[in-house]
């Protein structure tokens, strides 16, 4: 079959690589002037216009790395080549390594060196056209093919939509969706390793992370002993978006554990200022566009919270999932059919997994009291920063945390397992009980004179 892909974002290119090495052909369709290169390095002076999220942490998820290693071992070997970096997790376990401990393992990379590695296999496959450049103008009928700015017409029996979340030509089918807000804003910042510093390792189960009870942060390691703070704001509270000031910023990351030796000159120096990602919705599109032949991947197919990080291995499992469904089924509306049974469950249900955080987030960081010791009390936080602490201390925990977070298992695994929760349970119970930061206005003074006084 001729496919044509409207995107050539991650599950754009990740599409064409997957229906290609399915017996296929492919024409990736991009807005972006982008070519293959050779040069790792200048995949960080593209720019893409039509991706307001480019610049910010990504990372594959234990089962993301798993489909590319699947997919496109050529893709892996390329990127660890050029500096990517995978943690293994399974090295926190006290006890022996079992079956599947394998998979427990993050690939760290930032967003412009993996579209670079798929840009470079993508190229160099056969079966695949990269077109760059062009806008969508619409789509054919029927769903065959694409209508490029140009005048151009892609003839295709299949057409994907990789546009992303926020790009939708005019006319455009998409399924019916109610957005919910996110409740949060994120102001990231990239940093880059001392000579002879080293990222640091803790008590923590990957790399640091930590809640202040009105705001909270994370980090994501990168490629090339690179890494990023990120600060997890509630849309709601207008006085700490203060923190899009880089100085404001910084005294922010002084004020808090680790941050404050993360972010110190001996260890790091900022690579980028402060990068705000506000505007952010939780969107379930699963039910299709209801035009045969015309199938959604990546966050046009299911768009979550960035905090959760799905979206990068989201794109592949839908990569993956199309290239298995065009080995057996012929006709575009049997395709369609079967790929949306395929991913629509797990996405669906990750979107409801997503809700119900964010709700939970949100109503912590109002004020309002939650309990996130007890099986029984906010739920949603339980089994995610409760599970989280725990997780160090137990080898089931660990493994069935990084199952949930990382995608290797459905959401139902880690919720109807009562000897997880007993477990999350009493190691919760003798945690100590810290805040890595101050209080809420004692934060704010800190950022403001040192905004004040730059």
């Known amino acids: 079959m001729r496919f044509a892909i409207a995107g050539g974002g991650v599950a754009g290119l990740a599409a064409g690589l997957a229906v290609a090495r399915a017996g296929h052909s492919a024409v990736v369709v991009e807005r972006d002037h982008v070519t293959a290169q050779d040069d790792p390095e ?99 009928p029927g769903a065959s093919g694409l209508h490029l700015d140009d005048g151009q017409e892609i003839r295709a029996d299949v057409v994907v939509d990789a546009l992303g979340r926020y790009r939708c030509p005019p006319g455009w089918p998409r399924a019916s969706a109610q957005p919910s807000e996110c409740g949060a804003i994120y102001y990231c910042r990239y940093f880059e390793l001392a000579p002879g510093a080293e990222h640091l390792d803790g008590p923590w189960l990957l790399n ?61 120096r900022p690579i980028t200022g402060v990068m705000p990602m506000g505007g952010l919705a939780n969107i379930d599109r699963t039910a299709g566009p209801g035009v045969p032949g015309l199938i959604p991947v990546g966050d046009a197919l299911c768009h979550t919270d960035p905090a959760f990080a799905y979206g990068l291995s989201f794109a592949l499992v839908h990569a993956q999932a199309l290239g298995r469904a065009s080995t057996t089924h012929t006709t575009p509306a049997d395709l369609t059919e079967a790929y949306l049974a395929d991913v629509g469950p797990e996405a669906r249900e990750r979107h409801t997994f997503a809700l119900e955080t964010d709700a939970a987030r949100t109503l912590a960081w109002s004020g309002t009291s939650v309990d996130i010791s007890r099986r029984d009390g906010c739920y949603p936080l ?56 101050p209080p809420r206005e004692e934060l704010l003074r800190a950022v403001t004179a040192e905004r004040v006084s730059s």
């Open 42 to 140: 200048g995949a960080f002076d593209v720019v893409r216009k039509g991706i307001p999220h480019f610049q910010q942490p990504h990372t594959f998820l234990p089962r993301g790395r798993r489909v590319l290693r699947d997919l496109a071992p050529d893709v892996i070997a390329t990127l660890l080549d050029a500096g990517a970096e995978e943690q293994d997790v399974a090295a926190k376990l006290s006890g022996p390594r079992q079956p599947g401990d394998e998979d427990l393992v993050y690939l760290w990379v930032r967003r412009p060196m993996i579209e670079w590695a798929l840009r470079r296999a993508a190229a160099a496959e056969p079966a695949v056209r990269l077109v760059a450049g062009r806008q969508i103008a619409g789509l054919m």
């Open 208 to 268: 640091p992370r930590g809640d202040l009870g009105y705001m909270g942060f994370n980090t994501f390691r990168g490629d090339n002993d690179t890494f990023a703070v990120i600060f997890l704001v509630p849309s709601a509270d207008h006085d700490l978006r203060v923190l899009r000031d880089d100085h404001a910023w910084m005294a922010a990351a002084r004020a808090i554990t680790p941050l404050d030796v993360m972010t110190s000159s001996d260890h790091a």
């Open 382 to 437: 339980f089994a995610f920063g409760a599970a989280l602490a725990a997780a160090p201390h137990d080898d089931h925990v660990l493994r069935r945390i990084i199952g949930r977070i990382g995608l290797l298992d459905r959401v139902s695994v880690f919720d109807t397992d009562s000897d997880l929760h007993d477990r999350i349970e009493r190691i919760w119970a003798g945690l100590p009980r810290t805040r890595p930061g």
